[in-house]
């Protein structure tokens, strides 16, 4: 094989390889330049256009331009920091890996971040339910229509659920049906608890019935859940205690070790295969850390 490619290569050249190679990389990125494109918009526009989404959610108006700023920063700003901070002290090959790192890190965090803060206003918003359901019941009880609960439940109660249903009001106000309205409702917080409340209520309009039992149920049924969750929490957080100390009992034992050998352990830090070896545990570690994690995470 190397006979007969040899001299189709002295035939050639080193600009005919280099052609041959470029052409053949171009043809590549043409054939998937779709994906190629959709991938990068995803990861810039996109991206923004996410965190964007996700501050509405959350209540909150924010520049597009501001988070397109901030983005940038994370990313590419994080990263040329640490390489100038690193290039002072002349760690030149720490610098570019850890500018990598922070940058890569920047790059992917704004998504689960948002998730986050989204995740932890829905779950303020279910344990704000059981009042909520509550006030409704006893406003129903009480002669008021629908709407007039809600307001009720709008003046009494703290945000998020005051938010969530104060923009129930609005959109009622200016037109849109009260169903579509608790469908919308349905779509910000996708929630078990939530989607049975919005099913009940647009039933029970449609076909008539005593929606203060209905709300009364649904209070019973979350309660239970709620109870049930603290109980699984209780019962998984040793497991994840566990997982946590699994995690840093490395770097703890690294550390121990530099504190009283720093001439051998130092060697980890600047010869090629050390470093090597040191991304390699790291990765490994997160690796096991992700899957104790899911393990010990129990939806109810």
Known sequence: MTQVLHPFLQLLGLKGVIGVIGLMTFLMVYKHSIK????????????????????DYLFLKVNPTYVTYVLLFLSFGNGMLVLIICGIFSWWMWGCIL????????WKIPKPFMNYLVKRRIDAYSSQMVDGLTLL???????????????????????PISQE?????????????LEECFENLAKRVPTEDNDMFVSSVNILRETGGNLSEVFDTIVSVIRERIRLKQKIDSATAQGKFQGL????????????????DPNTVI???????????LIFAFVLDCIGGYFILKIVNIKV
């Open 36 to 55: 190629i494109f959709a991938w990068i918009e995803n990861n810039t526009y996109g991206t923004r256009n996410y965190v964007v989404e996700k501050f």
């Open 99 to 106: 500018a990598l790192v922070v940058s890569f890190i920047g």
């Open 137 to 159: 019941a006893n406003g129903i009880r009480a002669g008021l229509s629908v709407p007039q609960s809600i307001g009720m439940v709008v003046d009494e109660l703290p945000i």
């Open 165 to 177: 249903f104060n923009l129930i009001l609005q959109q009622n106000k200016i037109g849109v049906p």
């Open 245 to 260: 100390t699994i995690f840093c009992m490395p770097w703890v034992v690294l550390s121990l070790y530099f504190v009283s």
């Open 267 to 277: 060697q980890i830090f600047t010869e090629p295969l050390g470093i090597i070896a």
